[in-house]
Nanobody, 121 residues
Framework: QVQLVESGGGMVQPGGSLRLSCAASGRFISIPNMGWYRQAPGKQRELVAGIISDGSTNYGISVKGRFTISRDNAKNTVTLQMNSLRPEDTAVYYC???????????????WGQGTQVTVSS
């Protein structure tokens, strides 16, 4: 049974920082990709940042230079450090893990329950 547990959301003033963490539990054979997505009210879910097993990263245009994603392969955790937060960063943030749990099945996407981030003065 795969489970993703997120932590670290909350409310912060513009210019502030938050750190999101996600721990993936389950019998993973490999986890090629980990990442964070977000969805604001009335908008589609969008990629915030992704990181593959070798540490290569990619970021959404609006967060590049402000957010940093990292992962711990030994603990199956992914972290998103968010700095210089803006009101437009307000959204529900979802952890995503693309992992393989069986030699006979391709990797699948797993999602966390979501954590609210609100940036407001």
């Amino acid at each position: 049974q795969v489970q993703l547990v997120e932590s670290g959301g909350g409310m912060v003033q513009p210019g502030g920082s938050l750190r999101l963490s996600c721990a993936a539990s389950g019998r993973f054979i490999s986890i090629p990709n980990m990442g964070w997505y977000r969805q604001a009210p009335g908008k589609q879910r969008e990629l915030v940042a992704g990181i593959i097993s070798d540490g290569s990263t990619n970021y959404g245009i609006s967060v590049k230079g402000r957010f940093t994603i990292s992962r711990d392969n030994a603990k199956n955790t992914v972290t998103l450090q968010m700095n210089s937060l803006r009101p437009e960063d307000t959204a529900v943030y979802y952890c995503n893990v693309n992992g393989r749990v069986s030699l006979f099945r391709a990797a699948s996407d797993y999602w966390g329950q979501g954590t609210q981030v609100t940036v407001s003065s």
